[in-house]
Each structure stands twice: as C-alpha cells, then as structure tokens.
C-alpha cells in the first residue's frame, strides 16, 4: 500500500480543508457552547448559508430550525430544544463523550425566508482539538428519499384500506347463514389467501323444495380476480330472478360463457352448479372445469360427480347436466382446487384421495363436523402454514327427517 506524505502543517491543513469541502455530507463543526466553527460547502448547500454567516451561531440558529428562528431566540431557550435530537445528542457527546450515529430528524427550517420541511440523516462525533472538545455533526439531506418512502407508505396504507374494503364487499356476498330449508342442512368454511380472493359461492333457495348451490374460483388472485367474482354474482342474481320457475345449471353455465369470455377480464373461472330438490330426492349438476364434488350415500359409498365440460370463458366443450338420487342421509361435499392441491412445506399436495377419504369416514357425522375435520387434517397436514391459494369447501346433507 501507498502511503500519503505531508511535508508541512500548512500542505496538510490543505489537505484536510480540501477534504472537509469535498466530502458528500453536509459538516459542521461546534465547541462546548454548541457554537458552530466551521462548515463544509454541502452544509452551504444544504441550509444556504455560508460559513461567514453561520460561525459563532448556536446550532438551531445556524441551521435555521424553525423554532428558534421564528420565536427570534437563542438554540436551547425553548421547551422545543429539549426534545431535539440533534441538540441532545450535542449535549450527550460533550458531557459523556458518546457518539450518535444514523438518526432521522423531520423538521422544518427557514431557509432564504421560506419554511422548507427537510428530513435530515444526522451523526454526531466527539473530537478534541488542541486540548479542547468539540463536536462535529455530519448531516445528508435525504428529504427526496423520504418523501418519497412517506408517500409509498401512504398508497400502502391507501391499498390496505381498499383491499379492506373490496373483501368486506366479497364477504357479503357469502351466505351470511344456512338457509332456512327442510329438507338440507349446509356448512362451509371460506379462506382466502389473501384479505381478497378469486372463490365464491352461494346458496339460493328457489322454493321450500328447491336451492340452487353454486360455487366459482376465478383464475387469479387478488383485486382483479375478486371483481370478477363480484360481476358473476351479480349476473347469477339476476338470471336466477328471471329463471326461476325453469332454472337449468347447464343454461346458467352457457349465458356466462357468453357473458364472460376470456377476453373480457382477461380471466376464466372453473365453476360447479347444483340444482337440489328435496321433495324429488335429486340432485341435477353441471360443472365447468370445477373440482370433482362427491356424494356419500347413506350406505357409505363414494360417487364421484364427474360430468363436466371446460371453465366457463373458454368457449370449448359444450355443457351438459347430470340428475342423480340424493336420498335422505346422503353427504355432498364441494370444494375449490384450493384444497385438494394446498402444499405441505416439503411440497407434498394434500390431493384428493386423501381429502375423499376424510369426507368418507366423516360422513356419518353433521355437515359442520365434516368441514370441520377436512380443515383440521389440511391444517395439520400443511402444519398450519399459510396456503398460497384460496380454500373454499361446502357440505350439504339431506335430512332424514324432512318434517
């Protein structure tokens, strides 16, 4: 290594004043009056000042916070100073020789007449000097950076409250409580992945006899994909209100084909649509894409509902409908691929031989101890770690005693 020869005092004190001026940090120099001696040309620059105006001020004064310079008072006068973090750590490196390092100070200074809110990144070194203690105080102006970290804070906090708000508005669109219906009893449970989601579902009685159940998963997560669910609930209203008397799950998958092609949102959704009617003993499905709900019958075997053509927007296979025996006893458990495909931390998915195998040794049990013991094993077999998808699962039993 090179080593730096200084041949006189007077080269090194050039030296060292180039240096001081040259630095990239705003410095300023006070004694043990908090009386600033010497300061830099980005201390010029930061405050405007220079160093012929500034010398023999006290601190606040040579700044030009704004306290004591509006008040017409001397730094260290005011109730203000005594919370001020540049003056105390001032006072705490000449009377116990302790260094400050890295603080943030936000305050406004008057500068050229103006008040000019700064944010201000300050150091604070105890030196002595020919027998004599003083402080330097090394200052970067970081007032651009800040405003624009206090800023995306604040769109942060903006977007907090939206999503709050959006996923109050996709709660609501949840039942809010099992339908008063003779002939079934309902439970589910609904996770989103995050405070908004792509899931939803409902039940919508048609008549004391007949409910409709449907449930969607919109591909994406997020804002995006919540709107879109909200839209298609909005659309199924409505059709329902019109169809009544007549409704087909097969034609409610054909109009939002039509309605919601993948170009519009720039989305799909897979979705699963029932028709039960209790006084038939029936159940006509159709399902777009959906994962494969099964049924349980009341002498404890497995039906998978498999008919199915491809997510609703993707104007492929048409849709068909399917009616079978839904007896007094019978389970019908539904879910999103949220549950099937949720990931234990070595990547294992829970996957649907296992989850039919809960539902099946769950059956005999009500709906809600159904649900309860799928969210209890996707729980524990995930060891409680957050899901990357949203959960959606619904079960539904047709009572034995319909009376």
Known sequence: MSELWLKSALEANTFLNALFDNLNSGIFIVDQEARVSQVNRVFEKIFAKTEEEVEGQLCGNAIGCIFPTVAGKDCGTLDECKTCRIRGAI???????????????SRSFIILGNVVPKHLLFS???ITFNGKDMVVIIVDDVTEKETRKQLLEKRQRMLEKDLEAAAGIQRSLLPRESPKQRHFSFAWRYEPCGSVGGDIFNLVPLDEDRII????????????????TV??????QHYVRRQRGEFSPRRLLRQLDREYPYERFNAYFTMLCLLLDGRKQSLIYANAGHPVPVR???DGALQQLEAGAAPVGMNLLPFTEERIVFAPGDLLFCHTDGVNEFRNPEGTSFGCERLYRIVRQAAESSAQQVVDEVYRELADFGRHREADDDITMLALKMRSDNT
């Open 91 to 105: 006072v705490k490196a000449l009377t116990e020789k302790v260094s400050t390092d890295g603080e943030l100070i």
């Open 124 to 126: 604070v070194k105890y």
């Open 213 to 228: 159940v449907y449930m969607v998963d919109v591909s994406g997560h997020g804002v995006p994909a919540a709107l879109v």
């Open 231 to 236: 839209s298609i609930t909005q659309f199924i």
């Open 296 to 298: 349980i019958g009341n």
